[in-house]
């Protein structure tokens, strides 16, 4: 890794962060409209193999990252999230159905917060103290929900926070779809 000039001109490593979501590519925001929850069931998946391809990848280099999974995901393959906790991986939650929290109630979001967080924890047996809001969606019209996330004993765990504290950190956001 190359060594960079920091403040005060003395050397460092950068400290890079990396974060996976785990999710399906048909739950994205942009197919919202046009692909509805009662259909994943039917649509073929996509997730396994792509975040044993990501998980692969980073045994190669050695690199270790944050994966948020999506509950469902979570309850559907059980297997990997406990293979990417036992890759040494920390877990994370992404919500359950991977909806904007804009568009939730407040009971609706500390519903879906609360079964996401429980299928991860249930199934890896770990404590899950990471969030990610689906596309980034805590705005400032539901700013309430980081009081719920709060209480859910969760944190926003983006990295985005880390590495805005320091000129020392990169945040490397791993997506990928197949």
Known sequence: MAIGKGLN???????HLLSVDVEEYFMVEAFSDCVSRDSWESRPSRVVMSTRCALDLFDRYGVKA????????????????????ARGHELA??????????SLTREEFREDTRRAKSVIEQTAG?????YRAPSWSITK???WALEVRERNDLATRTG????????????LQFVCWV
């Open 126 to 130: 770990v404590r899950v103290i990471g």
């Open 141 to 143: 019209s539901c700013l």
């Open 93 to 102: 939650c992404h919500s359950y159905w991977h909806r904007p929290v804009y």
């Open 9 to 15: 001109n003395q050397s460092f490593r950068p400290r």
């Open 160 to 171: 985005v926070e880390v590495a805005n504290r320091s000129k020392k950190c990169r945040l």
């Open 66 to 85: 944050t994966f948020f999974f999506v509950g469902w995901v979570a309850e559907k393959f059980p297997s990997l999230v406990r293979e990417v906790h």
